[in-house]
Structures are given as structure tokens and as C-alpha cells.
């Protein structure tokens, strides 16, 4: 895991409910009886380890945009390709963590909704969350997020990412490798390829710690409501 919030207290109190559980199911291939309490705090724990997963998958995305190799990259892909494979990567997961979060909350509070009835209608603007530190930290999360909706929908729904920058680094693929000045230009292109990538580097590593300290913001002040519903189950 790259994210500090891998530390948090929420998921270390969720892990202790369930240690035992998870012991017993290493022991057999059987099913295991699961208490009520365990039922809870495993859809916490997974809820919780699907943000944590996303953001260091963000961490991911952000390190491997220079990592291109063409002896260990798929046939057919070039540098660019490779790319924009990783900036779309970034710009899916960067939105989704909050979503995500939206659905940690479903499952602490126990609302039963489905994953994709999960939205602000319904958890932000929930009579349980409505007016909480729980919601001001969900609509932080939630504006940090909307300036980068237009390109996750872009990607999602019509075309791949694009901008001019990019655009005109792709140009020189579409030149022969028998073309005389082919190498040459090839050679030229990298090196703004390489300036490119380190400042969409440098641009998405600031992003993916601010939306990393929004999100411990979040796990601070839901952590109580998990807390107080486990010892209900006492």
C-alpha cells in the first residue's frame, strides 16, 4: 500500500472485529459461521479496503506514466498509447474514490442501499448525515472531484483522452519507419514526451495527495458512527 491512511484507526478497528473470523476461515475449506457483529464490520473493512485500493492505485497510475518499455509492453502499443491508457486510468479512479466513500458511509450507517443507489440524494442528504461533519467531509470530496468529471465522463461514455499537446506527440507515429527523418523525429518526440509526462506527474501526484488528506478527513469523523455501532452488538 502507498497511501498514509492505510494507518487510519477505522480500518484498524474494523481488521480487530474480524481477526478472529478470518482466522477460523484459513483453518477449513467449510463454511464458517459468522456473527452479526463480523457480518458488519467485514462489509466495513471491504468498503474501506475498496478506497484504500483506489488511491493507491492512483499512486500507481501517477509512477508508471514514465514507465513505458517496449520490450515488456503489449504488441501494437506505442509510448502514447501507453499514455493515454494511464492518464484515462487516473482520471477513472481520481473520481471514483469519492463514490466510494459514499458507499463506506451506506455501510457503517446501514442503510441497505444498493451500491448504485449510493448518491447525495440518498447518503449526503440522508436525515442521519444531513448537517454532520460526515457530510461537510463528503462535500469537500465531492467538490474536489467535479472539475475532473468532464474528462472521467469524456473517457467513460464518447472518446479517448486527448488535448493538443498530446495530440500533436501522436503526429510522428503516423510517419513509416522507412521514412528518412523517421528516427530522427522519433528521437525529438521523446524528449517531449518526457517533459510532458513530468508535469502531468508532478500535476496528478498533488491531486492524489489532496484527495488522500480529504479522504482521512472523512475516515476521522465517520470512524465514531462505526465505533458506536459495534457496541450496540455488545
Do not use: W
Given at each position: 500500500?502507498?497511501?498514509?491512511?492505510k494507518d487510519?484507526?477505522?480500518?484498524?478497528?474494523?481488521?480487530?472485529?474480524?481477526?478472529?473470523?478470518?482466522?477460523?476461515?484459513?483453518?477449513?475449506?467449510?463454511?464458517v459461521?459468522?456473527?452479526?457483529?463480523?457480518?458488519?464490520?467485514?462489509?466495513v473493512?471491504?468498503?474501506?479496503?475498496?478506497?484504500?485500493?483506489c488511491i493507491?492505485?492512483?499512486?500507481?497510475?501517477?509512477?508508471?506514466?514514465s514507465g513505458?518499455?517496449?520490450?515488456?509492453?503489449?504488441n501494437q502499443?506505442?509510448?502514447?498509447?501507453y499514455?493515454?491508457?494511464?492518464?484515462e486510468?487516473?482520471?477513472?479512479?481520481?473520481t471514483?474514490?469519492?463514490?466510494?466513500?459514499?458507499?463506506?458511509?451506506?455501510?457503517?450507517?446501514?442503510?441497505?442501499?444498493p451500491?448504485?443507489?449510493?448518491?447525495?440524494?440518498?447518503?449526503?442528504?440522508?436525515?442521519?448525515?444531513?448537517?454532520?461533519?460526515?457530510?461537510?467531509?463528503?462535500?469537500?470530496?465531492?467538490?474536489?472531484?467535479?472539475?475532473?468529471?468532464?474528462?472521467?465522463?469524456?473517457?467513460?461514455?464518447?472518446?479517448?483522452?486527448s488535448?493538443k499537446?498530446?495530440?500533436?506527440?501522436?503526429?510522428?507515429?503516423?510517419?513509416?519507419?522507412?521514412?528518412?527523418?523517421?528516427?530522427?523525429?522519433?528521437?525529438?518526440?521523446?524528449?517531449?514526451?518526457n517533459?510532458?509526462?513530468?508535469e502531468?506527474?508532478?500535476e496528478?501526484?498533488?491531486?492524489?495527495?489532496?484527495?488522500?488528506?480529504l479522504?482521512?478527513?472523512?475516515?476521522?469523523?465517520?470512524?465514531?458512527?462505526?465505533?458506536n455501532?459495534?457496541?450496540?452488538?455488545?
Open positions: 500500500m502507498n497511501t498514509f491512511i487510519h484507526q477505522l480500518l484498524k478497528l474494523a481488521h480487530k472485529t474480524i481477526h478472529s473470523y478470518l482466522i477460523k476461515l484459513t483453518k477449513t475449506t467449510e463454511k459461521p459468522i456473527t452479526e457483529e463480523e457480518s458488519y464490520a467485514s462489509e473493512f471491504i468498503s474501506i479496503e475498496n478506497i484504500i485500493s493507491d492505485q492512483l499512486y500507481f497510475s501517477v509512477g508508471m506514466l513505458y518499455r517496449a520490450s515488456t509492453t503489449p502499443m506505442n509510448r502514447h498509447d499514455i493515454v491508457f494511464g492518464i486510468n487516473y482520471y477513472l479512479r481520481l471514483s474514490v469519492y463514490d466510494r466513500c459514499l458507499r463506506l458511509t451506506n455501510s457503517i450507517y446501514y442503510f441497505g442501499l451500491e448504485r443507489q449510493c448518491n447525495n440524494n440518498t447518503i449526503v442528504k440522508n436525515s442521519h448525515i444531513k448537517g454532520t461533519q460526515i457530510a461537510i467531509a463528503l462535500k469537500e470530496l465531492d467538490k474536489f472531484s467535479d472539475p475532473f468529471r468532464y474528462h472521467r465522463n469524456t473517457i467513460a461514455h464518447n472518446k479517448s483522452y488535448e499537446v498530446l495530440h500533436d506527440l501522436y503526429l510522428p507515429y503516423l510517419l513509416s519507419e522507412n521514412d528518412e527523418i523517421y528516427e530522427q523525429i522519433h528521437h525529438l518526440n521523446k524528449t517531449k514526451i517533459r510532458f509526462v513530468a502531468k506527474k508532478s496528478y501526484r498533488e491531486s492524489v495527495n489532496n484527495i488522500e488528506k479522504v482521512n478527513t472523512y475516515f476521522d469523523v465517520v470512524s465514531p458512527a462505526f465505533s455501532k459495534l457496541k450496540s452488538y455488545v
